[in-house]
């Protein structure tokens, strides 16, 4: 694993940048804002960098304002199981606010990433002061909920194919298009439950029935939705 994260001098113009990314934070007026950039601070964390590791306590909320971390957990046979990746303007740790929770969890940034951070107490101080955030919060919430149910249920498919068009079916909102994958194929096929081996083959198939087509290495194009949805679980 690469070097583990640092601290950088705080600049209130990029804290800005970075909440202002968030679509949580987006709603608020820019004075709002401002207040929130004003309790921020900046970590760097280069490629394989940790941000944080199984059984530290949780109590910062992390915004990723450049570059790229995924969330995982080793299994007990030592295989990874991708559950999330963060792109700019994602968040994690927002479990903080409600408890001293332990991460049982990996976090680790996949390239050279820049990420703001703030401290339960500072971000508490400014849910009482600022109402419309706690709305926001408990929407964004919900969203991560329905998210991970979503997961769930796709985790629960034994075969492989229609996992994987259940995946491409949420990602294109079930519309023809090109469309970046959100992470790496090889985490892809880790979030899924997959080897990279099987991910190739069934993305391969879909290619073959003409259901999409691979564009380079992070794109997928949809080219018939009906077929697709055939294949997914109904």
């Given at each position: 694993m690469g070097e583990p994260v640092a601290a950088h001098h705080h600049s209130l113009a990029r804290e800005l940048e970075c909440v202002s990314q968030v679509p949580i934070f987006q709603e608020l007026a820019m004075d709002q804002r401002t207040s929130i950039a004003k309790v921020t601070r900046p970590i760097h964390a280069e490629k394989g960098g940790l941000i944080y590791r199984p059984e530290e306590v949780s109590q910062t909320l992390y915004i990723v304002n450049t570059g790229q971390v995924r969330l995982y957990h080793l299994g007990d046979d030592g295989r990874e199981r991708v559950l999330r990746v963060l792109n700019p303007g994602d968040f994690i740790g927002e479990i903080a606010l409600f408890?001293?929770?332990i991460h049982q969890d990996y976090a680790e940034a996949t390239k050279?990433?820049?990420?703001?951070t703030i401290s339960r107490t500072a971000l508490t101080a400014l849910?009482?002061?600022?109402?419309?955030?706690?709305?926001?919060?408990l929407s964004a919430l919900a969203v991560r909920l329905r998210t991970a149910e979503r997961?769930?249920?796709l985790l629960a498919i034994p075969d492989a194919l229609p996992r994987?068009?259940?995946?491409?079916?949420?990602?294109t909102d079930q519309r023809v298009g090109t469309y970046t994958l959100p992470m790496s194929k090889q985490d892809l096929?880790?979030?899924l439950g997959m080897t990279p081996e099987s991910l190739s083959r069934k993305l391969k198939q879909l290619t073959?029935?003409?259901i999409i087509e691979t564009v380079g290495r992070?794109?997928?194009?949809?080219?018939?939705?009906?077929a697709l949805q055939a294949v997914a679980p109904q």
């Open positions: 408890t001293d929770e050279t990433t820049e990420l703001c849910l009482d002061r600022l109402p419309p955030l706690a709305l926001s919060l997961q769930a249920m994987l068009a259940g995946y491409l079916l949420t990602l096929a880790a979030y073959t029935q003409g992070r794109q997928i194009k949809l080219l018939d939705v009906a």
